[in-house]
């Protein structure tokens, strides 16, 4: 079970993940997390810098698809001003959504990285599916339920930066 709650990368903030980053380790697709991992769930619409992200994501050949537990009218009207294709209610970490995820980006599980802010959701449903799992801090730590699952997830999270940095060390 160990493994299945341990992030394949840690990085501060979205904006660390690059595309050249991602298409290193063979990955064309992204389903990516609103809520905690590129937006506070207080925020309705996508800041210009996220937009810039996506964009400069999509330009480097990367599919992306936004993945939330949430409901359609959060996750629709933050997505649809990008352009992005979503998935509200994804039951994460549920395969369910993981694999409809994978079928709108017409890619193996093993070419999509799913990056999330939270281990036992995002994290364990993507290391379940057999993606590469790249977990963000929240940008709503502050947050008192947050700060508390934050603390529960903190062991896995620096399991998750040992990880990384050996194999970064080894040249993988």
């Known amino acids: 079970m160990l493994r299945y709650l341990t992030p394949d990368c840690v990085f501060d903030s979205i904006y660390d993940i690059t595309p050249e980053f991602l298409k290193s380790r063979g990955i064309r697709g992204a389903l990516i997390d609103i809520d905690g991992t ?7 619409h996508p800041t210009e810098k996220l937009c810039a ?10 599919k992306v698809l936004f993945l939330s537990n949430n409901k359609a009218t959060r996750v629709g009207v933050f997505s649809e001003p990008m352009g992005i ?8 970490p549920l395969t369910r959504g993981f694999r409809k995820g994978a079928a709108m980006l017409e890619l193996p599980m093993h070419e999509i990285a799913v990056i999330g ?8 449903g993507g290391n379940r599916m057999g993606a590469l799992t790249c977990q963000v801090q929240s940008i709503d730590r502050g947050e008192f339920w947050v700060g508390v699952r934050c603390r529960l997830e903190h062991g ?7 990880k990384m940095r050996e194999e970064m060390n080894h040249g993988n």
């Open 156 to 162: 896995f999270i620096e399991r998750g930066r040992r």
């Open 85 to 92: 294709r979503w998935i509200s209610r994804a039951t994460k």
């Open 38 to 44: 590129v937006s506070s769930h207080r925020i309705k």
């Open 53 to 62: 992200y996506i964009k400069g994501m999509q330009e480097a050949g990367i």
């Open 117 to 124: 802010d939270q281990i036992f959701t995002d994290v364990l």
